[in-house]
């Protein structure tokens, strides 16, 4: 599965534990990350500074649902019960 255009709902939902190049802390959950760009494309999607957290998180129909409000949904609750 590809990710969808103008989605970014990965970029959103969920949160970054590791700091990411201008977010130290990293992101909480429901926060907007900065490098996500007007279009909902990371901008870096292809640098070695992506978090490997975001690397390692693939695009499914469990976690992209059918729309970007779906997969905010559904990664809302994927945060949910992963919760420390």
């Known amino acids: 599965m590809q990710c969808r255009p103008k989605c970014g709902a990965c970029c959103i939902a969920l949160s970054i534990s590791s700091p990411i190049p201008g977010m ?9 990350c900065i490098h996500l760009d007007e279009h909902f494309n990371c901008k870096i999607f292809h640098s070695p500074d992506r978090p490997q957290v975001c690397t390692d998180l693939k695009p499914s129909p469990s976690t992209c649902g059918d729309n970007q409000q779906h997969a905010l949904q559904l990664l809302h609750e994927l945060e949910q019960q992963t919760k420390p």
Do not use: F, L, S
């Not at 130290?24 to 907007?32: E, L, M, R, V, W």
């Open 24 to 32: 130290p802390n990293g992101k909480t959950a429901g926060t907007t």
